[in-house]
Nanobody, 124 residues
């Protein structure tokens, strides 16, 4: 079956960096667009970034532009989210998700497969 497994979360001080990784199995990875979402306590899940099948196109939410970079390695079936200049508002559970589309999809309801999430906590 399809599995998406996130890793790399943890506790970091404000201004620091973390690199999240998502390993995919059970699907033809290069035929899926990938997205990163996050959910903070008491808030709805929100879009963070998306990357196209080939990795040639990316889209990031305004709040993370200039700080977060999304990338993928289709040979290794992984997608990564490099997070720099972290601040308290970035504290959330981060999820990767897969959608059978060539587009850059912001709507979480369009995604078919989800990981279990990894906690990112930024201390002030």
């Amino acid at each position: 079956q399809v599995q998406l497994v996130e890793s790399g979360g943890g506790l970091v001080q404000a201004g620091g960096s973390l690199r999240l990784s998502c390993a995919a199995s059970g699907l033809t990875f290069s035929r899926y667009g990938m997205g990163w979402f996050r959910q903070a306590p008491g808030k709805e899940r929100e879009f963070v970034a998306a990357i196209s099948w080939s990795g040639g196109r990316t889209y990031r939410e305004d709040s993370v532009k200039g700080r977060f970079i999304v990338s993928r390695d289709n040979a290794k079936n992984t997608v990564a989210l490099q997070m720099n200049s972290l601040n308290f508002e970035d504290t959330a559970v981060y999820y990767c998700a897969a959608v059978a589309s060539s587009g850059l999809i912001r709507d979480p309801d369009r995604y078919t497969y989800w990981g279990q999430g990894t906690q990112v906590t930024v201390s002030s």
